[in-house]
């Protein structure tokens, strides 16, 4: 069996496997001389399909964006609240503090 040969069997079995994968023919590139403008003829509907996804893309962002901002009001609503408490536990400890030293030197 010739080289040329061999080519064209694993051609042949590559092409038999892509059939068998996608169910369908690969797409071919356009015959009677016009080549490298890559239309098929199915330019219009790929193009519709990938402005649909980016519509569907464009959504999901404002979703996110939206989620962010409701995290971020809820983190905010959080260090507000544990700064209170905080706030609240050091001027507890502080006079607790100042209330054992007086009586300690017996000024209560």
């Known amino acids: 069996m010739t080289e040329h040969a061999q080519l064209d069997q694993i051609r042949d079995l590559i092409e038999d496997i892509r059939i068998r994968s996608t169910g369908a023919e690969p797409p071919r590139p ?27 893309i464009q959504r999901d962002i404002v979703e996110i964006k939206g989620h962010i901002n409701a995290l971020r009001n809820d983190v905010s609503g959080i260090r507000t609240t544990d700064f209170r408490i905080t706030f609240g536990a050091i001027i507890t400890v ?8 007086a009586k300690g030197f017996g000024w209560i």
């Open 30 to 56: 356009p015959q009677g001389g016009r080549r490298g403008d890559g239309d098929d003829g199915g330019m219009e509907s790929r193009i519709a399909r990938l402005e649909i996804a980016v519509e569907y």
């Open 94 to 101: 502080a006079l607790g503090l100042a209330g054992l030293v």
